[in-house]
């Protein structure tokens, strides 16, 4: 299996239990569609006046918010404190996470339905443990641009000073982040089979298949 790197700014919100709906309000889960949301990502504290989906005028920025600092706008890669992404199990959140820009998003533990709905959309989550959180915190802090490199077949992080920790993955979630699948093509990967098994059910049970005239 070909490897993938994720390389890129950091972006810090030091801070616990980050939860869906202030990661994407619940005026803007009218939309199904996957795209369009990145502009919306943490709207309640990226703006100072309120939006929702029919909102075409240009709104003040709330200049004190992470997202509103150079080099942090541009970033890529959020580092978190515990719990991110508790909350509702709206998956409209990782798809405003992954309009915006954001590959990877590290913290020390994450609600579990946002866990599972990233990994099905593409978005890698590494947890690492308490210690290692703060030191990349604490480098963050005393130097703002601040680029981690993301190894994810060999599943290692390392830091602008060289310091690598490693972290966990599934095969399958490795799988999917690094071929880009989602479910759909992950089960697509067993057409033939499926195909096959199809083609035998016609010859065992063929009423099954036949079309109903009445």
Known sequence: MK???????????????????????????????????GPFLFDSLRYTDPGDLSTTKKRNIN??????????????????NDN?????????????????GI????????????????????????????????????EISESPKYNL???????????PSGQAYSFTISDSDKERIILEYDDIELSLRHKDKVKNYEDNMKLLKPWIFEKNND
Do not use: M
């Open 3 to 37: 490897n993938k790197i994720i390389e890129g700014q950091v972006i810090p919100f030091d801070q616990s239990n980050i939860d869906t709906d202030a990661i994407i309000p619940k005026q803007y889960l009218k939309s199904i569609k996957k795209s369009g949301f």
């Open 63 to 80: 200049s004190n918010f992470v997202l509103n600092i150079e080099p942090y706008s541009s970033g890529n890669i959020i580092l978190a």
């Open 84 to 100: 991110f992404g508790c909350g509702s199990s709206r998956e409209h959140a990782v798809w405003a996470l992954k309009d915006y």
């Open 103 to 138: 590959e990877a998003i590290i913290s020390t533990s994450f609600a579990d339905i946002f866990y599972r709905n990233s990994f099905k959309n593409g978005l890698l989550l590494i947890s690492v443990n308490k210690d290692e959180l703060e030191n990349i915190f604490s």
């Open 149 to 159: 490199t993301i190894n994810i077949q060999n599943q290692t992080i390392t830091t």
